[in-house]
């Protein structure tokens, strides 16, 4: 979770003018920046901040413990902000099957015999800014919620959970699924290889069957049992710990991601009108808590 939230709840509890100021000013940057990343596109970022913000006003006193605030906050945001994406002509589908994304044998075993310095591996190093959000922004909605959620907002399985509505185990289905197709769509190579027509070649087997996994491994939710067992076949599988490491590499560049901040005209427009709002809401809930009067 990211730690503007945190800070926020303990600037609300203080009750002042310049830390209302402040809870404003990071629960904006939130808000905008998981907007942005999620929209693509500025305008409906910031207007899904403000109302997003808006909406909250009145809840905000409420909330004594970041991650309630986190999880509603978001569950807000991202429905606002896919209702009113603009629909691309390039929109995806809305299913990524693990079949179609998985390395077939030959680009194992070329990622196998790959140098430290081959381009394609540097690529997910270098490759940031603009190719990576438009690659976010070629996945399905759903996919793309929750990839931003986990790897770029910092939320675990469980808080994503509650903000989708939808079991851990699928939360985590869905995560591996837009990691593998960030990773490949970083990967490819000028020569466009990845988009001939061509027939699925047959996965080697054991490959085929823990490549699932994977990202289960890299965040330590696999199970011991089934991280022995996935070690094991890493040990003598040198094209499966190629592919591990560059799935690694895409998840490292997805966390290093910095979007752009929201404009501060923008943002002190909308504080303005906010705070007003929070001000009396704040008063309004340390009214409520006020012990009765002696003999009251």
């Known amino acids: 979770m990211r730690a503007e939230v945190v800070q926020a709840v303990e600037e609300l509890q203080k009750n002042r003018p310049e830390s209302v100021e402040r809870a404003l000013e990071l629960l904006q940057r939130t808000v905008f920046s998981f907007s942005l990343k999620v929209c693509g596109q500025r305008e409906d970022a910031e207007d899904t901040m403000q109302e997003t913000l808006l909406k909250a006003t009145a809840a905000l006193p409420k909330f004594t413990d970041a991650k309630a605030l986190a999880v509603w906050l978001y569950k807000v945001a991202k429905t606002r902000c896919l209702m009113s994406r603009r629909r691309s002509k390039f929109a995806p589908k809305e299913h990524l099957s693990l079949e179609v994304l998985m390395p077939d044998r030959v680009e194992l075993e070329r990622l196998a015999k790959a140098e430290e310095n081959h381009p394609e591996r540097a690529l997910l190093v270098s490759e940031l800014g603009e190719r990576v959000r438009q690659v976010i922004q070629k996945l399905p909605p759903d996919y793309r919620l929750t990839l931003v959620l986990h790897d770029m907002e910092e939320l675990s399985t469980e808080e994503i959970a509650r903000v989708m509505n939808l079991r851990e185990g699928t939360v985590r289905v869905r995560l591996h699924r837009a990691r593998v197709f960030v990773r490949n769509e970083l990967m490819k190579s000028g020569d466009r290889r990845k988009t001939r027509a061509r027939k699925v070649p047959q996965r080697p087997g054991r490959c085929k069957a ?23 076949h890493l040990d003598g599988c040198a094209p499966c710990q190629t592919f591990l490491k560059s799935l690694e590499a895409t998840v490292e560049t997805l966390r290093q991601q910095k979007m752009q901040g929201v404009d501060p005209d923008v943002a002190a427009r909308s504080r303005e009108e906010l705070r007003t709002q929070l001000q009396q809401a704040l008063h309004a809930a340390q009214e409520n808590r006020q012990p009765p009067a002696p003999g009251g």
């Open 210 to 232: 823990l490549f699932a996994q994977l990202s289960d491994y890299l965040d330590n939710e696999l199970p011991v049992a089934n991280c022995d067992e996935l070690e094991k």
